[in-house]
């Protein structure tokens, strides 16, 4: 073979080297390309999208345990540290539902050191041999309301069981004694009374059911604050004059306030009654106003019984009594105070109290000012 003859096969063969190379190195990137498209994605198709706009808190588990996606109300909630689930008994859940495939929902209370405990209910579900998804609703703001419904309806039945028990024994005790008129009309004073306190009881409790039904304040009124103080005194003057109690009234005059007239006057008036009802016999009690900042200030100030320090927090829940034998001798509900709290928690205002027991008490009652009261 001739020196030329060699040299063309000895070029040839090395396009065909370098030739193949280059094929070598386009089919490597081609299929470096395609790869993740090939790969079985971790989540499927579509979950993540989900996850998204899910409200419910939402968790993805692979194989190993391990958070693969969850939703931002999961972290929100404290579900998810890092890649793991927090809460050992949802994770034990999942382990479940992962060993045999079946879709599992029940109830947990999940308890964080430093947090409230919460209720949850957790629906679990298998999404592939491998992955769980977790769906967990918190529930513990119905739990805690269906708490204060078992409760009010219990504290309710047993407020009314007392006085109309009260009025059939008394009823009873009249009909036996009936060739006695002084034991009789003793008797029928008693159910009087008995009546009069059944009376204000259900008068206070449609009254709170109707504060909490209504939304008093989407069109508030100017309400003249003088006149809510005239007519919470006056509603309770028969007693006052009874007891021998002064009831004085004092500050800047000519204030008005934003919000239901109805509910305002409600409140000052069971602010005045209670004062009335826990002062002693002659006795004063102060009913004042004043302005603070972008407020009114009403405030009614006793000479009574007081309140120990370790009750103030209490005084406002509903039919807590500091002491329920005193309560029960003048007729109090337990109600009242519950009534003012919501008014000034739906008007934008607060309700505080000073006391000192044995000393008296002082309430300050504040609603958002109107600007366009007369000062005087």
Not at 27 to 44: F, G, I, L
Not at 128 to 134: D, N, P
Not at 233 to 260: E, M, P, Q, Y
Request: charge should be negative; aromatic fraction near 4%.
């Amino acid at each position: 073979m001739d020196a030329t003859t060699q040299a063309f096969l000895a070029a040839l063969i090395g396009a065909l080297v370098a030739g193949g190379g280059v094929l070598a190195w386009h089919v490597s990137e081609r299929q470096q390309r395609m790869a993740p498209d090939v790969v079985e994605p971790a989540v499927p198709a579509g979950v993540a999208s989900v996850l998204s706009v899910l409200r419910s808190s939402a968790v993805v588990v692979g194989g190993d345990d391990t958070v693969v996606k969850a939703s931002a109300p999961a972290y929100a909630m404290g579900l998810v540290s890092g890649t793991s689930l927090v809460s050992h008994e949802l994770a034990e859940l999942v382990t479940q539902v992962r060993r045999d495939g079946q879709i599992r929902e029940t109830e947990l209370l999940m308890a964080r050191q430093g947090t409230t405990p919460r209720h949850v209910t957790v629906r679990c579900a298998p999404l592939s041999s491998t992955l769980v998804l977790a769906l967990v609703e918190d529930r513990t703001r119905e739990r805690r309301i269906e708490k204060v419904r078992r409760d009010f309806v219990a504290n309710v039945s047993h407020e009314l069981k007392t006085p109309v028990g009260a009025i059939r024994l008394l009823a009873e005790a009249a009909c036996e004694a009936a060739d006695d008129p002084v034991a009789v009309r003793r008797f029928a004073g008693r159910m009087l009374t008995e009546s009069d306190r059944l009376s204000r009881l259900v008068q206070q409790i449609i009254e709170l059911s109707r504060l909490q039904d209504d939304d008093p304040l989407d069109a508030p009124v100017v309400v003249a604050v003088d006149d809510v103080v005239a007519g919470a005194v006056d509603a309770s003057a028969i007693d006052a004059n009874d007891r021998g109690i002064k009831v004085v009234t004092g500050g800047v005059h000519g204030l008005k306030v934003f919000g239901n007239e109805e509910q305002v006057r409600a409140a000052v008036a069971n602010l005045v009654a209670n004062a009335v009802t826990y002062s002693g016999t002659d006795s004063t009690v102060l009913v004042s106003t004043k302005t603070e900042e972008q407020m009114v200030e009403i405030s009614v100030v006793d000479q009574g019984i007081g309140i120990p320090s370790g009750e103030l927090d209490r005084i406002f829940e509903r039919f807590y009594r500091v002491d329920p034998a005193r309560h029960r001798s003048t007729g109090g509900t337990g109600l009242g105070l519950s009534i003012v709290k919501h008014v000034a928690a739906t008007h934008g205002g607060e309700i505080r109290v000073w006391s000192v027991e044995g000393q008296g008490s002082t309430f300050f009652f504040n609603l958002p000012r109107a600007h366009q009261e007369a000062q005087i």
